[in-house]
């Protein structure tokens, strides 16, 4: 059976992935990051996506505690506030975790070689998103030119690729997308903040919220009044 690796957050974005890795067949390979975020909340609920696919027994929780040691981020030092609201177009948000997406496919690429996977899947998006460098399409292929590059796979004609399949999506096309899959959404988070109700009010939640309503759906998530 052919394989791949899914960057699971425990959010809206890669559980999508999730659908569309089980629907394209492939036998679903986890992996979760515990880099000291804020929002660690997310970690059971990835936990519970992987049990929702029957893939607990393939899932890895790797620890990157140093990202949090780094800081520079509002999702990894409590002393920068989680922004409300909109944040200027222009400037790259304060929730940017500096190379986190460039560090988490070195290392999926690291599981899906040992694993045979052909397939590496992340949930980035360059519509409704947050304006990140790491979400970028150009970046993606240049990553996937590295680990062609860089890996055994690679150089023996085997490198996975990387899949994309939310990156020219609206939040409320990702939305419909998993909804038709039966993506569990009542299993994810997207708040910040970190909160067992979510916040409603950080930029996540307000692109999940808008997503949601724009798809004419109701979020299955508890936030706060």
Same mark, same amino acid.
């Given at each position: ?13 890669? %559980? %999508?992935?999730?659908?569309?890795? @089980? &629907?394209?067949? =492939? ?20 936990? @519970? ?45 304060? %929730?940017?975790?500096? $190379? ?71 939040? $409320? ?5 998993? %909804? ?5 959404? &009542? ?35 508890? =936030?706060?009044?």
């Amino acid at each position: 059976m052919k394989k791949a690796v899914i960057i699971l957050s425990g959010g809206l974005d890669s %559980t %999508t992935c999730m659908g569309y890795a @089980k &629907e394209q067949g =492939y036998e679903l390979y986890p992996i979760t990051f515990d880099y000291g975020q804020r929002h660690r909340i997310e970690l059971e609920n990835a936990r @519970k996506v992987a049990a929702f696919y029957g893939a607990e027994g393939r899932h890895k929780v790797v620890q990157l505690g140093f990202l949090k040691e780094f800081g520079g981020s509002a999702l990894t030092d409590e002393s920068i506030a989680v922004p409300e609201g909109a944040e200027a177009e222009d400037e790259i948000p304060v %929730t940017y975790v500096p $190379a986190r997406n460039l560090l988490f496919l070195s290392i999926a690429a690291s599981y899906a070689e040992v694993n045979g996977a052909e397939a590496l899947y992340i949930g980035v998006n360059a519509m409704d998103y947050s304006g990140y460098p790491d979400c970028r399409p150009e970046f993606i292929s240049k990553v996937e030119e590295v680990i062609a590059l860089g890996t055994k796979a690679g150089v023996e004609g085997k490198s996975m690729s990387i899949e994309t399949p939310l990156l020219l999506l609206t939040k $409320a096309d990702i939305i419909r997308e998993g %909804t038709r899959m039966e993506v569990p959404y &009542e299993l994810t988070t997207s708040c910040y903040n970190g909160k067992a109700e979510a916040c409603r009010t950080c930029d996540s939640c307000r692109l999940r919220l808008k997503g949601f309503a724009e798809a004419g759906l109701q979020d299955p998530i508890a =936030y706060e009044e």
